[in-house]
């Protein structure tokens, strides 16, 4: 059996299991002093002790299988690493059984040699082992037949010789100390070497006890020929350091783990990248080691290939990040294999650890170039798309100033300029949504109404015509009605257009249960709704699947290449996926795929806008740090009817409200700014009031929406929000529906 330097059996060839009738799962990762019983624990935990110092060790012990005892010789090997150190060793056992009764049989019939010197000499004769008597001056008083076939010398000649005689002068030496250990403790087991009448050196292993032999005190030495043994132990050193040679000239780290996710053994490689000693992390955690952590890095939601060969049974990979010998973030990738026991258990996992820390930052850089290319694609298109906008803004309004005493004529140029504001609100809304902001203000809707109304709406006076095949039991959403038709309403277009001589669009909407195989992978678990939108146009072609989704990227005349990164933008944002199946020539499938309601409460429908209601004349407080947004403001509620006060921001709105509140003429309504320029903005602003006055009613006002106070404006206290640029009716119909109290 091998034991790392905690005395953990790492492994066990199958002799050793079947003799000593233990099973591969009871003695795998097991300590080695637990393995035999306490009485004699002392004794094994010296040897332990011994060999851990780099000297051999060896013990008698005994175990129990049921009411039947057997005993084993153990010897146990130190294994060193290239520094010298003991990492590991060796435990060999051989059944000794017999050969323990024999000696309690030889040392009674020693005992009564003078009545039964018959039954003595039988017994001393027909042992397997080499056997011979030596009183306390090292004088041979017997040998049986197998000392003399060892040796080849005759019984006669051995009679006349000492130990010292056919010991190596190495060993000869130490006699007088290993007798005068036995004839001091009683018993003892040690090694020596032999050297037969021909010269050739024997490995011998003596266990000697001192008897009682015709009424004296001598020393029954039993003498056992560990050639075999030795030949096994030094293939086994060979081996170990043959497979340690091959570990530690390979570049990617190596270790073995347990269960417990302890380190039974490294390689050099490992150790090098992490600036640690291999004799020194043997046996403790891999996470204590590789990651300075005492906790296992799943726990930290890292993904542990360790873990997950344990519970499949499978090889696994993952991406980490360890610190090296200098401190520094290393980027490695582990790959974990596993290694069973003959029932098929998991016992212990191999890791492979590569160090990919230049391939990442290669990739890295590869991915900022891309992204500034990308960016600069995004950019062109945008002062390209807002530039024609502009020049439509300011010839229109141009005109309209050089037609201004034609009224008809001038209100013509001012709506033709209106129209082009609206394409620049649409554009920048799809910006906003394209990139991280634009968070979707979700709320529990029936998908139907919005896929329904989308279809036809994009598809009105188009040369393609369209089916839609939607359950009447479609499950609901929790999503933004507005984002979700967006997507629809961009991938129809898309579709649309991909048929410039007309076709057929097939919209298919379905419920699909967690666990179904049509799913894509990438999906966390749960119910989804997925709407298909199929076409019979072109197709697209195998080398721009990757860039579909890119801003700007477009291959048609008229498209500006934000419609499908947007779709995605919103989709992601919904927690959900977009798949796409197409074949050059057969036309194309994007598949919607969001997250699904299943209960049964069908009540859910589309937002429908607030009832107009009779404007109500209101007291309204504005904070906005912009100047023309303030002078906008006032003017567009001063025409609706309303009392109005504008400030700069957070700290001023405070003092204002409070001022109001304390004269006796507070404020009805406040709009807040939500971002303010080295201010207190609109968020923390409502706070602070809460606290002055708990029943304000406050409306957030942002041109920007990646800020959740916008998507969940509620929960911040808001009552309302109004999304920059918004029109005079917009907040008319807000003011109006939070004075009544229907919002």
């Not at 390209?384 to 229109?396: A, P, R």
């Not at 082009?420 to 902001?437: H, I, M």
């Not at 029936?446 to 989308?454: A, F, K, M, T, Y």
């Not at 009832?611 to 912009?626: F, G, H, I, S, Y």
Request: charged content about 25%; proline content about 4%.
């Amino acid at each position: 059996m091998l034991f790392d330097r905690q005395g953990r059996c790492l492994t066990s060839n199958r002799p050793g299991l079947t003799m000593m009738k233990i099973s591969e799962n009871e003695v795998i990762g097991r300590e080695f002093r637990d393995i035999w019983p306490e009485d004699i624990r002392p004794m094994v935990d010296d040897s332990v002790r011994k060999v851990l110092e780099g000297q051999r060790g060896s013990f008698d012990a005994y175990r129990m299988n049921g009411r039947e005892k057997g005993w084993w010789r153990v010897s146990l090997t130190p294994i060193f690493d290239t520094k010298g150190i003991v990492h590991t060793f060796i435990a060999m056992s051989t059944d000794i059984t017999n050969r323990v009764r024999m000696e309690e049989a030889l040392r009674e019939s020693a005992k009564a040699i003078e009545a039964s010197e018959q039954k003595y000499r039988n017994l001393f004769h027909t042992v397997n082992d080499a056997i011979m008597l030596v009183d306390p001056m090292g004088h041979i008083l017997d040998v049986n037949d197998n000392v003399c076939d060892l040796l080849g010398y005759q019984r006669d000649e051995l009679l006349k010789m000492t130990p010292r005689d056919f010991d190596t002068p190495e060993f000869a030496a130490r006699i007088p100390e290993r007798l005068g250990e036995v004839w001091r403790m009683g018993s003892a087991i040690f090694e020596t070497a032999w050297v037969d009448r021909d010269g050739m050196k024997i490995p011998i292993e003596i266990s000697a006890r001192v008897v009682e032999y015709v009424g004296k005190p001598a020393m029954l030495a039993i003498a056992r020929n560990i050639t075999e043994r030795k030949q096994t132990e030094e293939k086994i050193r060979q081996s170990e350091a043959f497979i340690r040679n091959i570990l530690d000239s390979v570049d990617p780290g190596f270790l073995v783990i347990d269960r417990d996710f302890r380190i039974l053994t490294a390689n050099k490689s490992y150790c090098e990248q992490l600036g640690v000693v291999c004799g020194a992390i043997i046996g403790r955690p891999c996470y204590e080691v590789s990651h300075k952590s005492s906790r296992p890095c799943y726990e930290q939601g890292e993904d542990c290939a360790a873990r997950l060969v344990f519970k499949t049974g499978k090889p696994y990979s993952a991406l980490h990040k360890h610190t090296d010998a200098k401190g520094m973030i290393m980027h490695v990738e582990t790959k974990g294999f596993p290694i069973k026991d003959g029932s098929g258990a998991v016992t212990s996992v191999i890791e492979t650890i590569n160090n990919v820390t230049e391939k990442h930052l290669l990739e890295e850089e590869r991915l900022k170039t891309q992204k500034l290319e990308s960016i600069g694609i995004l950019a062109g298109g945008i002062a390209h798309d807002f530039n024609n906008l502009l020049q439509g803004i300011f010839g229109f309004i141009s005109m309209a100033k050089r037609t201004y005493d034609q009224k008809e004529k001038s209100l013509a140029m001012l709506e033709q300029a209106e129209k082009a504001l609206y394409q620049s609100v649409n554009l920048t809304t799809q910006l906003l949504t394209f990139s991280k902001g634009g968070k979707p203000i979700k709320k529990r809707i029936g998908l139907r109404p919005v896929i329904e109304n989308s279809v036809k709406f994009m598809l009105s006076g188009s040369h393609s015509d369209f089916r839609m095949n939607i359950p009447d039991d479609l499950w609901h959403s929790e999503a933004d009605a507005g984002q979700v038709g967006q997507v629809i309403q961009n991938i129809v277009l898309n579709a649309d257009q991909s048929m410039p001589i007309g076709g057929s669009v097939i919209v298919t909407a379905k419920n699909v249960v967690e666990g179904n195989a049509s799913l894509p992978p990438g999906l966390p678990l749960g119910n989804y709704v997925a709407i298909s939108i199929q076409d019979t146009g072109i197709g697209i072609p195998e080398q721009y699947l990757s860039k579909i989704f890119d801003p700007y990227f477009s291959t048609k005349e008229k498209g500006s290449g934000l419609g499908l990164a947007t779709s995605y933008s919103i989709v992601r944002n919904h927690s959900g996926i977009i798949d796409i199946r197409t074949k050059p020539g057969a036309g194309s499938t994007f598949t919607i795929y969001l997250p699904a309601i299943t209960s049964e409460d069908r009540s859910a429908s589309l937002i429908k806008p607030a009832e107009l209601l009779p404007m109500c004349k209101a007291r309204v407080l504005v904070m906005d740090d912009d100047e023309i947004i303030r002078y906008l403001c006032r003017e567009m509620l001063l025409s609706l009817g309303q009392e109005v006060e504008v400030v700069k921001h957070g700290q001023e709105a405070l003092e204002t409200y409070q001022g109001a509140m304390a004269a006796g003429n507070p404020f009805d309504i406040i709009i807040l700014d939500l971002t303010v320029r080295g201010g207190m903005g609109g968020a923390e602003t409502l706070q602070k009031l809460l606290q002055i006055d708990p029943a304000v009613k406050a409306i957030v006002s942002s041109g920007y929406s990646d800020d959740t106070a916008i998507a969940n404006h509620l929960s911040y206290g808001f009552k309302a929000y109004l999304i920059k640029p918004y029109e005079i009716t917009v907040l008319q119909n807000t003011l109006t529906s939070l004075m009544a109290g229907s919002l």
